[in-house]
C-alpha cells in the first residue's frame, strides 16, 4: 500500500540550516519509510484517541460517513501543528471530525519525531479520522489501515501499464543506457489520476516530460481507494525500466 512516499524540500547539508537565526527550518514532507509518527504506531494512536473521546465526553458525529484527513507537522521536540487546510470545503462538509482533531490533538503526547541520519526532524505526516470507529463502535487493536482498500485502474495495473508504454514514444531519444524512472501520482476522490511528477529522473529534460506526457494522456478513471466505504485520494510510485529494448 503506497501511503507515505518520502519527499524532502531540501537535501543534505541543508538540514542544519534550521539551526541558523533568520533561516527557515528544513521539513520533510512525509516521514521516513517505516517510521511512525507516534510511540506505539496507528493502534495507540487510535486507541489514546477513543480513551480522549470517552474522558471528554465528546457527542457522537451525527453523519457516520464523516472522514477527515489530518495534515501536520511533528517538530523535533514532539510538538505538532495543524497544515493550513487546503480544501476548506471538504473540511466543512465533515466539520465533525475536522473539529475533533482540533479539539482532541493537543491532549496527546506520544508524537515521535521522524528522524534521519540520527537527528530528529521536522517532518510532515497525515492521519485519517473517521469518527464513527472510534466512539461506541470502537474496538481494542483499532487501525484504519485494516480497512483500506487500494484504488484500482480498470483491468488492473498490468493494464495500466499496457496503455502507459502504447503512449511512449521514443523517437528521437538514443536509448544507448538503461533509465530506471520513478513515476508517482495521485488517484483523488472521483477516481481521477492527477498530480504526475518524477522522483528518480533520467537526466534528459525533453524525455521526462515525454514519459509525464504519456501518464497523462491516460483518460480511464480509477477506482478510487476507499476507507471504512469512503471514498479517500490516494498516492502510487510507477517505477519504469527504459532500454535499447523498449
Not at 470502537?138 to 487501525?143: A, I, K, R
Not at 483491468?155 to 530506471?180: C, H, I, M, P, W
Not at 472521483?190 to 504519456?214: C, P
Amino acid at each position: 500500500m503506497m501511503k507515505k512516499i518520502l519527499l524532502f524540500t531540501l537535501l543534505g547539508s541543508l538540514f542544519f540550516a534550521q539551526q541558523k537565526e533568520g533561516v527557515a527550518p528544513v521539513i520533510y514532507e512525509n516521514y521516513p519509510k517505516g517510521q511512525s509518527y507516534y510511540n506505539g504506531g496507528n493502534i495507540q494512536f487510535y486507541k489514546e484517541l477513543h480513551q480522549l473521546i470517552l474522558d471528554k465526553k465528546i457527542q457522537p458525529c451525527e453523519n457516520k460517513n464523516e472522514l477527515y484527513n489530518v495534515k501536520f507537522v511533528v517538530y523535533p521536540d514532539a510538538t505538532i501543528k495543524f497544515v493550513k487546510e487546503e480544501n476548506p470545503e471538504k473540511a466543512e462538509k465533515n466539520k465533525c471530525a475536522f473539529d475533533l482533531t482540533r479539539r482532541l490533538f493537543k491532549y496527546l503526547d506520544g508524537w515521535k519525531p521522524a528522524e534521519v541520519d540520527g537527528q530528529k526532524v521536522t517532518a510532515i505526516t497525515k492521519m485519517i479520522i473517521f469518527p464513527d470507529a472510534l466512539f461506541d463502535k470502537y474496538v481494542e487493536g483499532y487501525n484504519e489501515e485494516q480497512y483500506w482498500v487500494d484504488a484500482e485502474f480498470p483491468g488492473g495495473l498490468d493494464a495500466f501499464r499496457k496503455e502507459f508504454s502504447s503512449n511512449v514514444n521514443v523517437r528521437g531519444f538514443s536509448l544507448n543506457q538503461t533509465y530506471k524512472i520513478i513515476l508517482y501520482f495521485s488517484v483523488n476522490e472521483q477516481g481521477e489520476a492527477l498530480n504526475f511528477r518524477l522522483n528518480q529522473k533520467s537526466g534528459n529534460e525533453a524525455f521526462d516530460e515525454m514519459v509525464l506526457k504519456s501518464a497523462k494522456w491516460i483518460k480511464k478513471k480509477w477506482k478510487p481507494a476507499t476507507v471504512h466505504g469512503v471514498n479517500v485520494e490516494s498516492n502510487f510510485s510507477f517505477p519504469i525500466t527504459f532500454n535499447s529494448d523498449y
